[in-house]
Structure formats: C-alpha cells, structure tokens
Nanobody, 117 residues
Framework: VQLQASGGGLVQPGGSLRLSCEPS????????MGWYRQAPGNQRELVAT???????NYADSVKGRFTISSDNAKDTVYLQMNSLKPEDTAVYYC????????????WGQGTQVTVSS
C-alpha cells in the first residue's frame, strides 16, 4: 500500500490550501493518521495527528490555523491550512500508523507547500 499526498502548491501569505492523503489500497487497524513537514535544512517535524477515535494534536505553530480531519471509510486524512505564513513553507508528508501485533508506519511521498508573495 502506498500513500498518495496531494493539494500542495504556491499560495500567498494569508491564503489557504487543503492537503489530502489517500492510500492505494485498504488499510486495517489504523491507529493514527498525521501530517509532518520538513523545510530545507530542518528536521522533519510533526504538524498534526488524529487518532482512530478522533482525538487531534497540533504543533503549537499551527494551532488555530490548521485543521486535521479524516474519512475513515476511505482511510483518507486531510489537512486544511488557513492563514498560511511564509514559515509554513515545507514539504508536507502524511503518515498512517497501523497496529497489527506491532506498529507499522506508512509514509506518503510528500507534497510541496510554498507560501510566498
């Protein structure tokens, strides 16, 4: 199973984008879904996660601006990004963690988000 991330692009400061991440096949025993990002020269960092029960967690830098959601019927995770800032520029990666005896992470290929005027 591969994860396909989409929705990135170039947007002006203050603009919005919606990222989507959909698997190529059905996943079972999903524990969490999440978005991470990596800017040039920086380590990959957590942006937001959502559990199978719907509990969410956000990085302080995106609280109040980004919203993570999921469609459990499609095993798809979304990231609505509003009030974007230049410092949000990064490659965004999705991750889905499943638990079958042990945890296993599926990563998407990344989608570029550039916030610039």
């Amino acid at each position: 199973v591969q994860l396909q991330a989409s929705g990135g692009g170039l947007v002006q400061p203050g603009g919005s984008l919606r990222l989507s991440c959909e698997p190529s096949g059905r996943l079972f025993n999903i524990k969490t879904m999440g978005w991470y990002r990596q800017a040039p020269g920086n380590q990959r960092e957590l942006v937001a996660t959502i559990t199978s029960g719907g509990n969410t967690n956000y990085a302080d830098s995106v609280k109040g601006r980004f919203t993570i959601s999921s469609d459990n019927a499609k095993d798809t995770v979304y990231l609505q990004m509003n009030s974007l800032k230049p410092e949000d520029t990064a490659v965004y990666y999705c991750k889905i963690t499943v638990e079958v005896l042990r945890e296993y992470d599926y990563w998407g290929q990344g989608t570029q988000v550039t916030v610039s005027s």
